[in-house]
């Protein structure tokens, strides 16, 4: 099994190679304004590096937000027309779940944050294992805070939205919040994520893929309140 994997939900631009055990190979680039110009080159210097074509790929996996509206349709536009023409099935992976595969605890919880601006995050807790104990979310730090105040567990907070509102974070949550140190949203992450869906069989067809914006954009926000 090859799984070709992507993610283009915030500033870095990822794709890897790997198969249901190993990361064959990961190459980023750090710039959000670039991803249409180099998600495409990246996927051909992963291919060549490690020897693969697209025709040796099984599944296909990315990042589907939530994150930057851009990025997302970005990467979902190139993996719907790399499975349109090859004929390879896609496991969809929110972005706030393929972050909490950077934390491995063996008990407690693992909180994702991707920062939404102007005090406002996406997030999720997680349990152990990494499945969701709630819906994915867009609110205001304060709102998150509060739910999260009143779990019982430890928390292992994780993404750039953590960073963001660290000190807000320690403020309400004291000793129960631990800050994860690999805040990056990476390809390798969203390949490992998929495993358990292609195990499952919770793929797609192109047709089938769906962003998560949890949100309007900002410039639909602004044509809202234009029209108001």
């Known amino acids: 099994m090859v799984i070709l994997s992507i993610s283009t939900s915030t500033n870095i631009c990822s794709v890897s190679l790997g198969n249901e055990n190993t990361i064959l190979k ?3 680039i750090h710039d959000a304004k670039t991803h249409s110009e180099n998600l495409m080159p990246l996927i ?3 291919l060549k590096t490690t020897n693969y074509s697209l025709k040796d790929i099984n599944y296909l996996a990315c990042d589907v937000g939530p994150g930057s ?16 023409v090859h004929n390879i ?3 969809p992976i929110s972005s706030l779940q393929a972050l909490s595969y950077n934390v491995n605890i063996s008990d407690g919880l693992i909180c994702s944050m991707i920062d939404a601006r102007n005090e406002n995050i996406y997030y999720c807790t997680f349990d152990k294992n990494h499945l969701p104990i709630q ?14 105040s009143n779990l019982d567990n430890k928390i292992t907070f994780v993404g750039n939205g953590a960073i963001v509102n660290k000190e807000k974070i320690i403020e309400k949550l004291s ?4 800050f994860h140190e690999q805040n990056d949203l990476l390809s390798s992450k969203v390949l490992v994520a998929s495993r358990k869906k292609i195990e499952k069989k919770e793929y797609c067809n192109a047709d089938e893929l769906l962003p998560i914006y949890l949100r309007k954009s900002q410039a639909e926000r602004m044509l809202e309140k234009n029209e108001k």
């Open 26 to 28: 990961e190459l980023s």
């Open 44 to 46: 051909d210097k992963l």
């Open 69 to 84: 509206f851009t990025g997302i349709r970005i990467g979902i536009a190139t993996i719907k027309a790399i499975s349109e």
């Open 89 to 91: 099935p896609i496991a």
């Open 135 to 148: 819906d994915l979310k867009a609110e205001h730090i304060d709102e998150a805070l509060n739910y999260l």
């Open 175 to 178: 000793s129960k919040a631990i």
